[in-house]
């Protein structure tokens, strides 16, 4: 069966597995695209990003980021207030920095996936 003849409230397989670990990352955490494909053992960053395009709507989108920190080009002003609201670390972008907006610092906001009865998918 291909994606195009599913119903439209049925969803491939490996995407309903990265919207699991998505709805998963605590507020004011994040992970990569490639944290999540390397989580769930399957895929890699382009797969996990394409799933997040596609459905990633109805989930914590703005958790699930680029591994160098930039906003979503076109949701930046979105995610960054969801990133406010939930006490995201984020890292100043400097006067040269388009837009000037910030990005999340990875570094100290990035889940690791681990937590009392959390196991990977």
């Known amino acids: 069966m291909s994606e195009q003849s ?28 490639g944290d999540i494909a390397e989580w769930l053992e399957q895929g890699g960053p382009r797969q996990v990003g394409r799933v997040m395009a596609l459905y990633g709507g109805a989930v914590p989108w703005w958790r699930v980021i680029r591994a160098d920190g930039v906003l979503l080009p076109g949701h930046e002003l979105e995610a960054l207030g969801h990133y406010r609201a939930e006490g995201t670390p984020l890292r100043e972008a400097g006067r040269a920095a388009e837009g000037h907006l910030p990005r999340v610092d990875v570094r100290r906001a990035r889940w690791d996936g681990t937590g009392p009865g959390i196991r990977p998918a």
Do not use: F
């Open 6 to 33: 599913l119903p439209a409230d049925a969803l491939p397989e490996y995407a309903e597995r990265v919207l699991d670990v998505a709805e998963l990352i605590p507020p004011g955490r994040v992970m990569t695209y």
